[in-house]
């Protein structure tokens, strides 16, 4: 009989975890494009656009910890198969629904759904690989994300486009998001001890509860991953809607998200590499620099201009998390890295709630471009948090 070897294991398990993350984050990035459809066909103003993100938000922030926290007892599988299942659900019950109301409600239920994904899969991988392997598993695992929702948004907007009812385009995805959970059941299965399953508690017995090295520290990193995840969620969740309000189509709003995706899929491999030839720190601090400038020309300059620097704007705005979620292992004990990781998504998550909500209410009382103007300011103050973050002489004691 054929035995399967631990590169196999390591394999499957890649496998599985970079899919699962692609397909959640690409459930979630659909939020971009398909807000403002859902804004003209339910009459929705910009703080209804930002409570329905921050609905399904708030169910994944909720439940990011005690996700994690119940993994350790069940075993990561099949949570992470619960968590595919049920997004697919709220995916299809947004599809059908009619109402204001039935549509908030399925956002929570997907929400929930994301809430068993990001720290059970870096759990799994994090006991799954070790030393460098580690690391490259887990920017496997970030890629995949983004290739996820570019992949995700860019069908949505060309079956769209080819005159696939939004519904229809929206419950294939579900429903494939729903058989690929089967697959990913087998995949894990078949890969190596989970952490779920393993007995050695006395791994993880020794410090902190949650392994913080430095409290300071660990809270100014949080602050950093707020700020910059706040101005990437509002970045995002109003790109379309200012694209429309520069006189563009909705096929043209829906290819610029797209676009942004793609430049930040493509910053966060960049941005990995500029973190190691000149530090966290400078990175970080070049980044936020630019991506004021982007913002500031998504604002003034025309519609035809703007919609060729996307890319670019996409890859700076999105690139500096490579940095910051690269920063956590620096500040958690290895035995705790799962914790810190869902700490960390916490905060991101907490602040992709609370950022549309407020820039929504904003955008509705002083316009959007005064929304964006803010969210320029707010990437300079995130600026000083960089502090935190490690030098070049740093990295290369620790590499």
């Given at each position: 009989?054929?035995?399967?070897?631990?590169?196999?294991?390591?394999?499957?398990?890649?496998?599985?975890?970079?899919?699962?993350?692609?397909?959640?984050?690409g459930?979630?990035?659909?939020?971009?494009?398909?807000?403002?459809?859902?804004?003209q066909?339910?009459?929705?103003?910009?703080?209804?656009?930002?409570?329905?993100?921050?609905?399904?938000?708030t169910?994944?922030?909720?439940?990011?910890?005690?996700?994690?926290?119940?993994?350790?007892?069940?075993?990561?599988?099949?949570?992470?198969?619960?968590?595919?299942?049920?997004?697919?659900?709220?995916?299809?019950?947004?599809?059908?629904?009619?109402?204001?109301?039935?549509?908030?409600?399925?956002?929570?239920v997907?929400?929930?759904?994301?809430?068993?994904?990001?720290?059970?899969?870096?759990s799994?991988?994090?006991?799954?690989?070790?030393?460098?392997?580690?690391?490259?598993?887990?920017?496997?695992?970030?890629?995949?994300?983004?290739g996820?929702?570019?992949?995700?948004?860019?069908?949505?907007?060309?079956?769209?486009?080819?005159g696939?009812?939004?519904?229809?385009?929206?419950?294939?995805?579900?429903?494939?998001?729903?058989?690929?959970?089967?697959?990913?059941?087998?995949?894990?299965?078949?890969?190596?001890?989970?952490?779920?399953?393993?007995?050695?508690?006395?791994?993880?017995?020794?410090?902190?509860?949650?392994?913080?090295?430095?409290?300071?520290?660990?809270?100014?990193?949080?602050?950093?991953?707020?700020?910059?995840?706040?101005?990437?969620?509002?970045?995002?969740?109003?790109?379309a809607?200012?694209?429309?309000?520069?006189?563009?189509?909705?096929?043209?709003?829906?290819?610029?998200?797209?676009?942004?995706?793609?430049?930040?899929?493509?910053?966060?491999?960049?941005?990995?590499?500029?973190?190691?030839?000149?530090?966290?720190?400078?990175?970080?601090?070049?980044?936020?620099?630019?991506?004021?400038?982007?913002?500031?020309?998504?604002?003034?300059?025309p519609?035809?201009?703007?919609?060729?620097?996307?890319?670019?704007?996409?890859?700076?705005?999105?690139?500096?998390?490579?940095?910051?979620?690269?920063?956590?292992?620096?500040?958690?004990?290895?035995?705790?890295?799962?914790?810190?990781?869902?700490?960390?998504?916490?905060?991101?998550?907490?602040?992709?709630?609370?950022?549309?909500?407020?820039?929504?209410?904003?955008?509705?009382?002083?316009?959007?471009?005064?929304?964006?103007?803010?969210?320029?300011?707010?990437?300079?103050?995130?600026?000083?948090?960089?502090?935190?973050?490690?030098?070049?002489?740093?990295?290369?004691?620790?590499?």
């Amino acid at each position: 009989m054929r035995r399967t070897g631990p590169q196999n294991y390591q394999r499957n398990t890649l496998i599985a975890c970079c899919g699962a993350h692609a397909i959640q984050d690409g459930l979630v990035a659909l939020h971009y494009v398909l807000l403002p459809i859902l804004a003209q066909t339910f009459g929705l103003n910009y703080a209804q656009v930002g409570l329905l993100r921050g609905l399904g938000y708030t169910a994944t922030v909720l439940l990011e910890i005690p996700s994690g926290l119940l993994a350790e007892k069940t075993g990561e599988r099949p949570l992470i198969l619960f968590g595919l299942i049920c997004a697919g659900l709220g995916y299809l019950g947004i599809a059908f629904s009619h109402t204001f109301l039935a549509i908030a409600f399925f956002f929570l239920v997907a929400g929930i759904g994301a809430g068993f994904q990001h720290s059970l899969s870096s759990s799994v991988l994090v006991h799954s690989f070790e030393g460098a392997g580690r690391r490259r598993a887990l920017g496997h695992y970030n890629s995949a994300g983004d290739g996820g929702k570019l992949g995700f948004t860019a069908l949505f907007s060309v079956a769209v486009g080819a005159g696939i009812g939004w519904n229809w385009t929206v419950v294939m995805m579900a429903v494939a998001a729903m058989l690929f959970a089967l697959l990913v059941y087998k995949l894990i299965h078949s890969g190596v001890p989970l952490h779920g399953d393993s007995n050695d508690a006395s791994s993880i017995a020794h410090g902190s509860r949650w392994g913080v090295l430095s409290t300071r520290r660990f809270s100014a990193l949080g602050c950093v991953v707020f700020l910059d995840s706040t101005i990437q969620a509002v970045f995002l969740t109003f790109l379309a809607f200012l694209l429309i309000h520069k006189g563009g189509s909705e096929l043209i709003a829906t290819m610029g998200v797209v676009l942004a995706l793609g430049g930040g899929m493509v910053g966060k491999f960049l941005c990995g590499y500029l973190a190691v030839r000149i530090g966290d720190r400078a990175t970080f601090v070049l980044i936020q620099l630019l991506t004021i400038v982007g913002i500031c020309a998504l604002i003034l300059l025309p519609l035809s201009i703007v919609v060729m620097l996307l890319p670019l704007i996409g890859l700076v705005v999105q690139g500096s998390s490579t940095v910051t979620y690269g920063a956590v292992a620096d500040f958690v004990a290895p035995q705790r890295q799962a914790r810190g990781y869902a700490l960390i998504y916490s905060v991101s998550n907490g602040a992709s709630i609370a950022g549309p909500l407020l820039f929504g209410m904003l955008a509705d009382r002083g316009g959007l471009e005064l929304a964006m103007w803010i969210l320029a300011l707010l990437a300079l103050i995130t600026i000083p948090f960089a502090a935190v973050l490690a030098r070049q002489d740093l990295l290369q004691q620790t590499a």
